[in-house]
């Protein structure tokens, strides 16, 4: 199983940006891929989650955060509007397999190597 995330760069406040997650190794609807970020100096922060079935955000990405799958190209995608400098981080996207339940994995094998958000003017 290997994941690729890419999509990130230099956004300015405000706008917007689309981070993409290729997955091989597995049908997306046969596992559960979670979105993360951590910024520099701070920990790991789980930000949504997607399985077969269910989407789930934390609470504080709720409403700017939109998480969406594309099976065709067994892909995941993470769209961020309205950024803030507080969004720069590395976000990265990590998989359990196989995975049948309708709610998020406690714990994810597989990561991605991350991609690099940074939000200034």
């Known amino acids: 199983v290997q994941l690729q995330a890419s999509g990130g760069g230099l956004v300015q406040p405000g706008g917007s940006l689309k981070l993409s997650c290729l997955v091989s190794?597995?049908?997306?609807?046969?596992?559960?891929v979670g979105w993360f970020r951590q910024a520099p100096g701070k920990g790991r922060e789980a930000l949504s989650c997607s399985t077969r079935t269910s989407t789930f955000y934390a609470d504080f990405a709720k409403g700017r955060f939109k998480n969406s799958r594309d099976n065709g190209r067994n892909t995941v995608y993470l769209e961020v509007n309205s950024v803030k400098p507080e969004d720069s981080a590395v976000y990265y996207c990590a998989a359990k397999w196989p995975w049948y339940s309708d709610s998020c994995p406690r714990e994810y094998d597989t990561w991605g190597q991350g991609t690099l958000v940074t939000v200034s003017s």
């Open positions: 190794g597995f049908t997306l609807d046969d596992g559960a």
